[in-house]
């Protein structure tokens, strides 16, 4: 089945880098473009970044542009999200998702679980 | 920044009518998306394109569409809808997605 898996979070410093990932499974990885999402503890959801399906294509909310870094490795099935000058405010729990297409709209489906990333000293 | 807006709450007794509004400036140009979250679990998406309805999805969910305000309407909230509710769009480009800070719906 149609499965997003994501690692690497867990406890940083301020100021300090971090990758995670997000392994995908039982669909065309490669044809898809795919997004970060990511929901701080008690909040609501907030979307970070998308790349086509390609990765000639990316995009990020002000919020992380120029600290965060979206890519993918197609060969892998993989996405990655490279984390940099992280602040307390980027604790969050971090979700990957693909970009679904189907009957002339858009949307993300499915969602990986998430991995939790919390920046503190 | 584009930004969607949603009342924090809405509650409702079992039985009767949920809207959950949304508002946002591209949301003319832009179709809307409608996500049901349970605690712990990941979101899924309850409308696409301001109106339609996913497969699976019980019939007493409905969206429509109004200027630049969306609403989600659940017909007959029964309890297990109780849940947060976030309204997703894009800017006006189409190229940056937005979500709305969510409503949490409460059937009591």
């Known amino acids: 089945q149609v499965q997003l898996v994501e690692s690497g979070g867990g406890v940083v410093q301020p100021g300090r880098s971090l990758r995670i990932s997000c392994a995908a499974s039982?669909?065309?990885?490669?044809?898809?473009?795919m997004h970060w999402v990511r929901q701080a503890p008690g909040k609501g959801l907030e979307w970070v970044a998308v790349?086509?399906?390609?990765?000639?294509?990316?995009y990020y909310a002000d919020s992380v542009k120029g600290r965060f870094i979206i890519s993918r490795d197609n060969s892998k099935n993989t996405l990655y999200l490279q984390m940099s000058s992280l602040r307390p405010e980027d604790t969050a729990v971090y979700s990957c998702?693909?970009?679904?297409?189907?009957?002339?709209?858009?949307?993300?489906?499915?969602w990986g679980q998430g991995t939790l990333v919390t920046v503190s000293s | 920044s584009y930004e969607l807006t949603q009342p924090p709450s809405v509650s409702v007794s079992p039985g009767q009518t949920a809207r959950i509004t949304c508002s946002g400036d591209a949301l003319p140009k832009q179709y809307a998306y409608w996500y049901k979250q349970k605690a712990g679990q990941a979101p899924v998406v309850v409308i696409y394109?301001?109106?339609e309805r996913p497969s699976g999805i019980p019939e007493r969910f409905s969206g429509s569409t109004s200027g630049t305000t969306v609403t989600l309407t659940i017909s007959g909230a029964q309890a297990e809808d109780e849940a947060d509710y976030y309204c997703q769009s894009a800017d006006i480009s189409g190229t940056y997605r937005v979500f709305g800070g969510g409503t949490k719906l409460t059937v009591l």
């Open positions: 039982g669909f065309n990885f490669s044809s898809d473009n």
């Open positions: 394109k301001d109106t």
């Open positions: 790349i086509s399906h390609d990765g000639r294509y990316k």
């Open positions: 998702a693909r970009d679904y297409w189907s009957d002339g709209g858009n949307w993300f489906d499915p």
